[in-house]
């Protein structure tokens, strides 16, 4: 019913730019927090950064200052601006969306897109 679909991920060098979209599709009621993780080879999945309904956000320590995360409410879509990149952000890249379907208004379900692979080398 939902899909959460990924752009923007590929190959840059250390100190580059790249910035990833995410589009959620369906049968939405509403969306409450947007936000994207990432995960390297041989570690756990963690979280980047995050962005309520009303634009609060919230950010790793590890991207503070260096990434923004933003969203357009009438796309439903997410966005992630990713500046000064450095070899340790590389990692298969996520977006999660909480989201109220049509035909379940009373609670809100976790969904995934398929994942994007960032690469920062040189």
């Known amino acids: 019913q939902v899909q959460l679909v990924e752009s923007g991920g590929g190959l840059v060098q250390p100190g580059g730019s790249l910035r990833l979209s995410c589009a959620a599709s369906?049968?939405?009621?509403?969306?409450?927090?947007m936000g994207w993780y990432r995960q390297a080879p041989g570690k756990q999945r963690e979280l980047v950064a995050v962005?309520?309904?009303?634009?609060?956000?919230n950010y790793a320590d590890s991207v503070k200052g260096r990434f923004t995360v933003s969203r357009d409410n009438a796309k439903n879509t997410v966005y992630l601006q990713m500046n000064s990149l450095r070899p340790e952000d590389t990692a298969v890249y996520y977006c999660?969306?909480?989201?109220?379907?049509?035909?379940?208004?009373?609670?809100?379900?976790?969904?995934w897109g398929q994942g994007t692979q960032v690469t920062v080398s040189s």
């Open positions: 999660n969306a909480e989201i109220r379907v049509a035909t379940r208004r009373y609670a809100a379900d976790s969904y």
């Open positions: 369906g049968s939405i009621w509403s969306i409450n927090d």
């Open positions: 962005i309520t309904s009303i634009g609060r956000t």
